[in-house]
């Protein structure tokens, strides 16, 4: 299990999407990221289940711009949504 805290920080917004120039405080928000595993063993090797959960919370950017005017370098939330990630592992 793995938790990881973003504080507030202080970042510049700039007009298009909004009417003019901001400096933004944007909001804290924290990632929880979880991966459970079981290995079984089986006459030839190895087998390896495993499950990724990424930003379980689903934490996001609210305040993201949209349109043709939008800052594009106005991101600051997590990099990916929640995220599932199975898998199977076979070692010989």
Do not use: C, W
């Not at 090797?45 to 106005?74: A, C, H, M, S, W």
């Amino acid at each position: 299990m793995s938790f990881e805290y973003n504080g507030k920080m202080k970042m510049p917004h700039y007009k298009g999407y909004i009417q003019e120039d901001k400096l933004e405080t944007t909001p804290s928000y924290y990632i929880l990221s979880s991966t459970l595993s079981k290995k079984l063993k089986v006459e030839s090797g190895i087998i390896k289940l495993f499950l990724k959960l990424y930003n379980i919370t689903n934490e996001f950017q609210k305040d993201i711009d949209r349109g043709p005017f939008r800052d594009v370098g106005y991101i600051y939330g997590p990099a990916k949504p929640r995220t599932f990630i199975f898998g199977i592992k076979y070692n010989f």
